[in-house]
């Protein structure tokens, strides 16, 4: 049986490259920095911010573009255009939780990018039970360690959880450290054919699809 439900946060739980992309012009505007490219933004997308803009932005001084930032991410998440996780997907972690699944988080991002999701008011408190960030973890996608510290914490075992991630770096993640991996197709990034050479158990069009993929994955087990 599928004890936990690992999930990535970008374009898996709420969709966020376009409107990154987007703030983070906006930021190298402000530092008098030209834009990037969508090109440059999708090929860098999944590596950490203050890592990959140093690609995306050739010669930016990264201290510089952090103190623009972070106004204009708090504006962002005010406004309700960054990390808008829709009502449907909430309702989603809430059967896995009623299916018995222990749900958390293991993202990329820093602390800086994620402290407004981990405050104790905020919808996902109650949800999830932890989050795993690059300020806490000792490795990082898609180096299949990246899972460890989680599945020694909870007392887990590899194939007794499914990460569910949208990325290829996901995909190898899981699938090198022995998890069960289940691929979001939602945000248009990646199609089926991107992950020919990755182990996928299943695929899902929308995150809510992800509880029917997990229901799944528990019958196959369980008839294996």
């Given amino acids: 049986m599928i004890r936990a439900v690992i999930i990535?946060?970008?374009?898996?739980?709420?969709?966020?490259?376009?409107?990154?992309?987007?703030?983070?012009?906006k930021v190298l505007k402000i530092v008098g920095r030209k834009p990037m490219s969508r090109d440059i933004h999708l090929s860098t997308w999944g590596k950490p911010l203050f890592e990959a803009i140093k690609i995306r932005?050739?010669?930016?001084?990264?201290?510089?573009?952090?103190?623009?930032?972070?106004?204009?991410?708090k504006e962002y998440i005010k406004e309700g255009k960054l990390d808008s996780i829709p009502e449907v997907n909430y309702k989603a972690l809430d059967k896995l939780n009623q299916l018995g699944k222990i749900l958390m988080?293991?993202?990329?991002?820093?602390?800086?990018?994620?402290?407004?999701?981990?405050?104790d008011d905020h919808k996902l408190a109650p949800r999830i039970k932890a989050f795993y960030y690059r300020d806490n973890m000792a490795y990082?996608?898609?180096?299949p360690r990246a899972f460890?510290?989680?599945?020694?914490?909870?007392?887990?075992?590899?194939?007794?959880c499914v990460y569910v991630g949208d990325s290829i770096s996901d995909a190898q993640a899981a699938r090198d450290a022995g998890l069960h991996f289940v691929a979001s197709l939602?945000?248009?990034?990646?199609?089926?054919?991107?992950?020919?050479?990755?182990?996928?158990?299943?695929?899902?069009?929308k995150f809510p699809d992800v509880v029917d993929a997990v229901t799944?994955?528990?019958?196959?087990i369980i008839s294996s």
């Fill in 57 to 73: 932005s050739p010669g930016i001084d990264v201290e510089a573009f952090k103190t623009a930032y972070h106004p204009l991410i």
């Fill in 8 to 25: 990535d946060l970008d374009d898996t739980l709420c969709l966020t490259e376009a409107v990154c992309f987007e703030m983070e012009n």
């Fill in 140 to 143: 990082h996608k898609p180096d």
């Fill in 105 to 119: 988080v293991l993202t990329s991002r820093t602390h800086v990018e994620l402290q407004h999701l981990l405050e």
């Fill in 216 to 220: 799944s994955l528990d019958s196959s």
């Fill in 186 to 205: 939602e945000s248009g990034l990646k199609q089926r054919e991107d992950f020919k050479n990755m182990s996928v158990d299943v695929f899902v069009n």
């Fill in 148 to 160: 460890s510290e989680l599945l020694k914490n909870s007392d887990l075992l590899p194939n007794q």
